[in-house]
């Protein structure tokens, strides 16, 4: 079964047509999500906007939940929400927070209503336990995808005496994941009224700062 991680690898020409009817069912997505109801969006929809067989969803999704998982899971790919980050690292923060984090925010603030949805009706938020659990849910090959590079910024940042290096870069790369993907839970259980975007920015600030206390090195 297709995933949103083997979009950013090779293919060739049977995997790229693939991938391009994983594709066309995940731009229906959007707009089916966007405009109604979970429990009011059917399979027979999906297939008859996306004009592909139901054999042909149960190819590539399991049923409407993992359909609107994989959707949220290929937006967070697509905007780089586990950034290859590149840039150089000159503290603490460098190493494991991604420059572009602010934009990734006003991105799920714009998102707020299909957020909910996958809070609600799938398992999408439990998806980092799962995967340290090895769980056959998601793909093994994921679990790198979303940790490797980060994971060896935090290696390199210990090196050089910026982070402990009583805690290992894995331990503290999963805890900077449960922290962020914990702050937007809050967020969406919050009323409208409450869940402004400085709110979210808020949370995601006092979470991360919490995290960079704990395992910068210090002086």
């Not at 994989?70 to 503290?91: A, H, K, Q, R």
């Not at 995808?145 to 940042?157: F, G, I």
């Not at 050089?160 to 962020?180: F, K, P, T």
């Not at 975007?197 to 949370?203: M, Q, R, S, V």
Request: aromatic share 10%.
């Amino acid at each position: 079964m297709p995933t949103a991680l083997q979009q950013t690898k090779p293919a060739g020409l049977r995997e790229r047509k693939k991938l391009r009817t994983r594709q066309d069912l995940l731009k229906v997505a959007e707009q089916l999500f966007s405009e109604n109801e979970f429990a009011d969006v059917t399979v027979e929809q999906i297939v008859e906007l996306a004009n592909v067989s139901q054999k042909t969803f149960f190819n590539y999704f399991q049923n409407k939940s993992q359909f609107l998982s994989e959707f949220i899971m290929d937006w967070l790919l697509t905007i780089g929400f586990w950034s290859f980050e590149d840039s150089p690292i000159v503290d603490c923060r460098s190493a494991i927070v991604p420059t572009d984090v602010s934009q990734t925010i006003e991105w799920i603030i714009g998102h707020r209503r299909i957020w909910k949805m996958a809070m609600q009706h799938t398992d999408f938020f439990d998806y980092i336990y799962k995967l340290d659990e090895g769980s056959d849910e998601f793909d093994p090959a994921l679990h790198a995808a979303v940790r490797a590079h980060r994971q060896k910024r935090v290696e390199l940042a210990q090196s050089q005496g910026l982070v402990r290096s009583d805690i290992s870069a894995a331990e503290v790369c999963r805890l900077y994941d449960a922290l962020r993907i914990d702050s937007v839970r809050r967020w969406l259980y919050l009323s409208d009224a409450s869940a402004t975007p400085e709110k979210l920015h808020e949370l995601v600030s006092v979470c991360i700062n919490a995290l960079i206390q704990g395992i910068e090195v210090r002086e």
